[in-house]
C-alpha cells in the first residue's frame, strides 16, 4: 500500500471567496489539497446584519459554529446558535442562517463528505482555475523555520 502524505492548512493562510457582499468562503480541506479522497471543510463567513439565501441539498451537511452567535433555521425549526455548537442537518432539509441581529460576523465550518457537494466549489474553480487560494505560498515552511528557532 502506498503511504499517502500529510497536507497542512491554516484557515488565515487562505484566500477567502467574497460570494457577494454579504458572504465570503474558504475551502480548507478537499481532494484538490490532498491528493486522495479527504472530508471537505469549508469556512463560511456571513456578516453582521445579514442573513443566507438558504437552500437544501441531497446530502448529508454538517455545521459547526466558530465565531458569533445567530439563528440557525431548519426547516420550520429555528435553534440559536453560538460558538461550539454542531448540528447534523439531513438531506433535502431546507436550512439558512440568520445574523441580522448581530454586528459581528457570524463564522462557521461546514462539511461534506465530497468538496463537490459545495457549490462554490466549482464557482471558485471556474474563476481560480483552482478551489484553494493561498495568501503565502511558504506558509508552512515559515511556520516550521519559526519553531525550530524556539
Request: hydrophobic residues 35%; proline residues 5%; aromatic residues 12%.
Amino acid at each position: 500500500m502506498e503511504k499517502k502524505k500529510w497536507s497542512f492548512v491554516n484557515a488565515e493562510n487562505v484566500v477567502p471567496y467574497v460570494c457577494d457582499e454579504t458572504y465570503s468562503s474558504k475551502q480548507l480541506t478537499g481532494d484538490e489539497l490532498a491528493g486522495f479522497p479527504v472530508i471537505n471543510i469549508n469556512e463560511g463567513t456571513l456578516k453582521g446584519g445579514c442573513r443566507t439565501g438558504g437552500g437544501a441539498h441531497e446530502d448529508t451537511e454538517i455545521y459547526y459554529i466558530v465565531e458569533g452567535t445567530g439563528i440557525l433555521w431548519l426547516d420550520e425549526d429555528s435553534i440559536p446558535v453560538k460558538p461550539g455548537d454542531i448540528i447534523v442537518i439531513p438531506p433535502h432539509t431546507f436550512h439558512w442562517i440568520d445574523n441580522t441581529m448581530n454586528k459581528e460576523d457570524f463564522k462557521l465550518f461546514t462539511l461534506w463528505p465530497k468538496q463537490e457537494q459545495n457549490e462554490v466549489y466549482f464557482v471558485r474553480k471556474k474563476a481560480w482555475g483552482t478551489s484553494m487560494k493561498y495568501v503565502d505560498e511558504d506558509y508552512l515552511k515559515k511556520r516550521i523555520e519559526a519553531g525550530e528557532k524556539k
